[in-house]
């Protein structure tokens, strides 16, 4: 999908017109009688989708009923543009121009995005797939007041294609994508975007003691990983960088505590939170940002196999502390916790993480946004903000130093499992043992995927994460 800008409308373009009121529509591009057939429509009958079929060309125009807050009005334009992707995809249509009338600019702006987004199809394992593929290539924003920046749209670019991306490899099985093939695919994105990237190897990792990675890959035929991709631009706003840390388990069988039933079924998203840190800082380094920032990408899968690590094994971590291990379908937080005490070498001003971690984190907001929490309150306000403007909102837990306490082992430094209420939060204070610097945690284990589709974050890989972290990047800028 490629994105668009035009001081006026081509002829015979297919065209959408998006108005708040019907007073507003153009007269340029309907007839009178279809203008006075829509209010009246409008009025009678609360009618607000139209079309108009012109042989060579379709008008569609799209009534929207405006809220006070604009953080709603956009949110409800990104779903009405992916339901106008659905309309012109069935049609076959390759192209279309976007007209606001009368309303405000970065709402066609928000009617863009919903339609890129909900074109993304996930079809490189169907067989005969180019008629499977989405007609729709092309958007072309109308701007009559020149109000849309070039620079806005290119960012809107960059960040559609990072969020495809990001879907791509949460939806690949481990047959095409284990540790190794992912850090293949994060240093290519690293060639791509100008980033610099290192992958430590296994040797690397076991000479650098990192216990809970190697821990967690004992019981897997593939090697561990380890991803630093860095973007450093001349002359930073930041003097230290921003690191972030993305859970990158390409598969979750649960170890030797094996997952039951179906909940091993999609456990190929279970590295969604590497997804997402790679490619937002990808996106960042496309962009041009002037922010200095790192991703730490540790990767393995978590199998089972007669050398698995096991419930009641003392493991030494990557800062020396010694965890005791209660469940080894709590491993993200294992290899988690190596990235975070290595994060400390960098002296950074800020650590976000991003992990598919607990269960608990999904029962307590269900699929509607990001469970988080962490030390860093101005960083988790603005965090918040930025949930509002992409509609990835945030939902904040306590961490309270009780929460740590639950964490204490009769054996060991620390156990890696808490009781069993507060299971989210626990992770969380686990993790904080390892960071020592400002710090905030994002638990996305209920919007990695989704099994049924939801507008235009579409069906399984959602990417749900990454508008959050980039638009809180360019409003840092």
Do not use: C
């Amino acid at each position: 999908m490629k994105l668009h800008k035009a001081s006026e409308g081509s002829s015979g373009a297919n065209i959408i017109i998006l108005t708040g009121n019907p007073e507003n529509l153009p007269k340029n591009y309907l007839a009178e009688r279809e203008i006075n057939y829509m209010k009246e429509q409008h009025q009678q009958h609360k009618l607000r989708n139209f079309e108009f079929n012109y042989l060579d060309n379709i008008v569609m125009v799209r009534i929207i009923e405006l809220k006070d807050e604009f953080y709603q009005d956009a949110e409800k334009l990104r779903k009405e543009g992916k339901n106008a992707a659905v309309f012109l995809n069935n049609r076959k249509i390759e192209s279309a121009e976007i007209f606001p009338a009368g309303i405000e600019e970065y709402l066609g702006i928000a009617f863009a995005e919903g339609m890129a987004l909900s074109n993304y199809q996930f079809l490189r394992y169907k067989n005969d797939n180019e008629n499977k593929l989405n007609t729709l290539q092309k958007l072309t924003l109308i701007d009559n007041h020149n109000k849309i920046g070039e620079k806005d749209l290119a960012q809107l670019q960059i960040l559609i294609e990072a969020v495809y991306r990001a879907r791509d490899w949460i939806n690949e099985p481990l047959s095409h994508l284990n540790a190794p093939k992912l850090a293949e695919r994060i240093t290519e994105l690293g060639k791509e975007s100008g980033a610099h990237v290192e992958v430590l190897t296994q040797k690397k990792i076991e000479t650098l003691k990192m216990g809970g990675i190697l821990a967690v890959n004992k019981g897997s035929v593939d090697p561990a990983t380890f991803s630093i991709m860095e973007w450093k631009p001349e002359n930073p706003v930041n003097d230290k960088p921003i690191v972030l840390v993305g859970k990158g388990i390409v598969f979750d069988t649960g170890g030797m505590n094996l997952k039951p039933g179906q909940h091993m079924n999609n456990m190929k998203m279970d590295m969604a939170g590497a997804a997402i840190m790679a490619n937002v800082t990808g996106a960042v380094a496309k962009a041009g940002l002037p922010l200095h920032v790192v991703a730490l990408i540790p990767a393995t899968d978590n199998r089972v196999d007669g050398n698995a690590y096991v419930t009641g094994d003392v493991v030494t971590m990557y800062d020396n502390t010694t965890v005791e291990v209660v469940n080894t379908d709590a491993e993200g937080r294992m290899i988690m916790a190596d990235a975070l005490a290595y994060a400390k070498k960098y002296d950074p001003e800020l650590v976000i993480d991003a992990a598919t971690l607990t269960g608990s984190a999904a029962r307590a907001i269900g699929a509607h946004g990001i469970v988080a929490m962490g030390n860093a309150t101005n960083e988790m306000q603005l965090l918040k903000e930025s949930g509002y403007n992409v509609y990835e909102r945030i939902a904040e837990l306590p961490f309270w130093e009780e929460y740590a306490e639950e964490l204490k082992s009769d054996i060991a430094d620390l156990k890696h499992l808490g009781g069993a209420e507060g299971g989210a939060i626990h992770a969380g204070k686990f993790l904080e043992h390892f960071t020592g610097y400002p710090y905030l945690h994002l638990d996305i284990a209920g919007v990695a995927f989704t099994e049924k589709e939801k507008s235009y974050h579409g069906k399984g890989g959602m990417g749900y994460g990454l508008r959050l972290l980039f638009d809180f990047f360019i409003h840092r800028q």
